[in-house]
């Protein structure tokens, strides 16, 4: 098993620039997430979804979009990239609402110019 | 108020030394409380957790203590080792909510 896989890995973006970032997992879990992790914040919620179809809004979700058209996919999209993006990206899953173990994929850092 | 609150940001510790991370929060309906590790370059993954109604749980080397009253917990690592080298995080969760996390501790275990 795959469990969350994220691409890309490592990405440089210029301020302006949009781009996604992609996040697949393979467990049939319903709960997926996006978070954030900047040093001495810790992992701030994004956006997350509980099934196909339903997405919300987390702690920090201005200047991202997401969407989940299937259980496997869960797309994080910067619609207009800025410097303040600049962090390391973990999207994480769970069977679902009741479940309590989060599996988390193994990161994307992106930095923006 | 979902905040979960961490300490130390940092943390050194010599071979064989105990390790100890403090976490409290406010919100009493949370009833799960994980611990995660994360090494460089991964993401993080579940270590060990607790649910309120005991006071204490231990997995090898690595022990919650949980103080219900005083809305508080911690981590401590026996024995530690350089491979516990990490960035611990502590989390708080409750059915159908969104799980919340502390800033992490950074934990250096010396040879």
């Known amino acids: 098993n795959a469990g969350v896989t994220q691409t890309p890995k490592f990405q440089v973006l210029k301020t302006g620039q949009s781009m996604t970032l992609q996040c697949a997992q393979d467990?049939?879990?319903?709960?997926m997430s996006w978070y954030r992790q900047d040093p001495g914040m810790g992992l701030r919620l994004i956006h997350y979804?509980?099934?196909?179809?339903?997405?919300d809004q987390g702690e920090v979700p201005n200047g991202y979009n997401v969407s989940r058209s299937t259980t496997e996919d869960f797309p994080l999209r910067l619609l207009s990239a800025a410097p303040s993006q600049t962090s390391v990206y973990f999207c994480?899953?769970?069977?679902?609402?009741?479940?309590?173990?989060?599996?988390f994929g193994a990161g994307s850092r992106l930095t923006v110019l | 108020q979902q905040q979960v609150k961490q300490s130390p940001q940092s943390l050194i510790v010599q071979k064989g030394g105990i390790s100890i991370i403090n976490c409290a929060y406010e919100?009493?309906?949370?009833?799960?409380f994980p611990w995660y590790q994360q090494f460089p370059g991964k993401g993080p993954a579940l270590l060990i957790a607790?649910?309120?109604?005991?006071s204490e749980k231990k997995e090898g080397r690595f022990t919650i203590s949980f103080n219900k009253s005083a809305k508080q917990f911690s981590l401590h690592i026996m024995d530690s080792q350089p491979g516990d080298s990490a960035t611990y995080f502590c989390a708080a969760y409750n059915y159908g909510q969104n799980f919340v996390f502390g800033p992490g501790t950074r934990l250096s275990v010396l040879p």
């Open positions: 994480a899953s769970t069977l679902g609402p009741g479940a309590n173990v989060l599996t």
């Open positions: 979804s509980v099934g196909a179809g339903i997405t």
């Open positions: 467990m049939n879990h319903e709960y």
């Open positions: 919100n009493t309906a949370f009833d799960y």
């Open positions: 607790i649910r309120p109604d005991v």
